[in-house]
């Protein structure tokens, strides 16, 4: 409970800090006022919290009521400031807040830097910021004390403020994106700390980063959103294309940016890298337009911009018509390999014709025709091995996220799962789902290729099952077994 409050505090403090209306802030004094009694009811370092109330009487102008507190801890502190040497530093600081001193100042100021280098305590690294008028005058200098204090492990609120404000004031001191300077932007974002200026060299600094990690883009994106302008918006994409970022929250930023017609040199490839797994919209026609005078295309981006095509446009659309000769051919070739995954599941189904069938695709049709989605549960299943008793054979498909795409030829097919070490077992749960219902391409392909091995398989099947075999089937039978 207690480290809640001081939490709490801590937080106030912050907010105390950042903010610049004189009514608010007192309202916030009175805030840490009603948290400070609350820890010294739970008599955690009494002495520190009854300092802290005298600080803020003080701020309030309330020198009786400070004085009061000081002195009726002083003679205490005093004689045990090796014990409590927080508790004697923000004495002294009291003690020079009320009675200015120079001498003293710089005396205390030296104690309190030393001890610092020292024991690094959080209350040394406040009163030396608020003591230390080098720091104070010196940007530089008050730039290496704070980055001293994030490399002995400080990450309190308080260090990121004062390094924000600190880049606020001076832009020119950021240099680098190291995690510090990550931190205290980020913060600086979530407080409204980040001045035009900084800004700008937010992005110039990034420009020269070989990394874009996560924080980063968070950065960038904060800073449109406080700030929007094309050319802001401009230079958030180049500095994402630059890093090679194609991660799916970054695509409605290219996409922005396409849809304003501003000038990125790969804009449109990084828009079609970054879609996320399923897009469910049309691919905006200046996008497809571009791919349209681009002949060689990697697989992944024609399996994503076809399906698109295929389930968005319109069979009478400029841009159907534009791409339909490639997707044919595109689709025709993977069914060819019979290659599947789920993106090619709906080319398939929305591109294929009776008209597409010719000799040798017939061949293939049924096979793909015939495929299944298959998933199993069980964690520790490798693959899926179908048997085929009237084949006397069987074949393996390597299960992916606990999925594989099986050609079933024959409904005596048997499923059965192998682990890893190799042990073969009749899987619990098992789902098999039917991909396509185009029987129409099934008996085209039976058509061209009447003895087709899927066909036979099919037709002995049947013949099995009849009560009475004619000469007809008989007949059938011969052919198939000589």
Not at 200 to 222: P, W
Request: proline share 3%.
């Amino acid at each position: 409970m207690k480290e809640k409050q001081w939490i709490s505090y801590v937080k106030l403090r912050v907010e105390h800090e950042l903010c610049s209306d004189k009514i608010e802030k007192n309202e916030i004094l009175f805030k840490m006022l009603a948290v400070l009694d609350r820890l010294q009811a739970s008599t955690y370092r009494s002495f520190l919290v009854k300092l802290l109330k005298a600080e803020i009487y003080l701020m309030q102008g309330d020198k009786a009521t400070a004085k009061s507190i000081i002195n009726s801890l002083d003679s205490k502190i005093k004689e045990n400031r090796h014990e409590l040497r927080d508790e004697y530093l923000i004495l002294e600081y009291l003690d020079t807040y009320m009675y200015p001193d120079a001498e003293k100042m710089r005396d205390l100021t030296k104690l309190i830097k030393d001890l610092y280098k020292k024991y690094h305590s959080n209350i040394e690294f406040m009163l030396v910021l608020n003591l230390d008028e080098s720091l104070a005058d010196n940007p530089a200098e008050r730039q290496k004390f704070l980055k001293r204090a994030f490399e002995l492990g400080d990450r309190s609120k308080i260090l990121m403020m004062e390094y924000a404000l600190l880049l606020c004031k001076n832009p020119h001191l950021l240099t680098s994106c190291t995690r510090f300077e990550v931190l205290a932007l980020s913060f600086g974002i979530r407080n409204n700390l980040i001045s035009v200026n900084l800004s700008e060299k937010i992005l110039s600094v990034v420009r020269e980063t070989k990394k874009i990690n996560g924080a980063i883009l968070n950065i960038l994106l904060s800073i449109y959103n406080a700030l929007p302008s094309n050319e802001l918006l401009i230079d958030i994409c180049e500095i994402f294309i630059k890093g090679n970022v194609r991660k799916k929250y970054v695509n409605a930023w290219y996409e922005r940016c396409i849809e304003k017609g501003l000038p990125v040199e790969g804009i449109y490839e990084y828009f079609v890298y970054s879609l996320p797994e399923k897009y469910d919209l049309p691919i905006p026609e200046s996008v497809l337009k571009h791919f349209e005078r681009i002949n060689s295309m990697a697989d992944d981006f024609k399996v994503k911009i076809f399906e698109n095509i295929v389930e968005f446009y319109p069979h009478n659309s400029e841009v159907y018509r534009e791409f339909i000769k490639r997707i044919k051919i595109f689709t025709i070739d993977n069914a060819m390999k019979l290659k599947m995954d789920d993106h090619l599941i709906n080319i398939y189904s929305g591109i294929l014709e009776d008209d597409d069938i010719d000799e040798r695709l017939a061949k293939i049709i049924p096979f793909l025709m015939n495929s299944y989605d298959v998933r199993v549960p069980e964690g520790k299943a490798g693959s899926i091995v179908v048997v085929y008793p009237e084949l006397n054979g069987e074949k393996k498909y390597e299960l992916v996220n606990n999925r594989a795409f099986v050609a079933l030829y024959s409904e005596n097919a048997i499923i059965l799962v192998e682990d890893c070490e190799g042990n073969r077992y009749y899987p619990k749960n098992l789902t098999v789902d039917k991909i396509f219902h185009m029987q129409n391409l099934i008996d085209r392909s039976y058509e061209l290729d009447k003895n087709h091995d899927m066909h036979r398989l099919e037709m002995l099947g049947k013949i099995a099952k009849e009560s009475e075999i004619s000469d007809e089937d008989i007949a059938f039978n011969r052919r198939c077994i000589g």
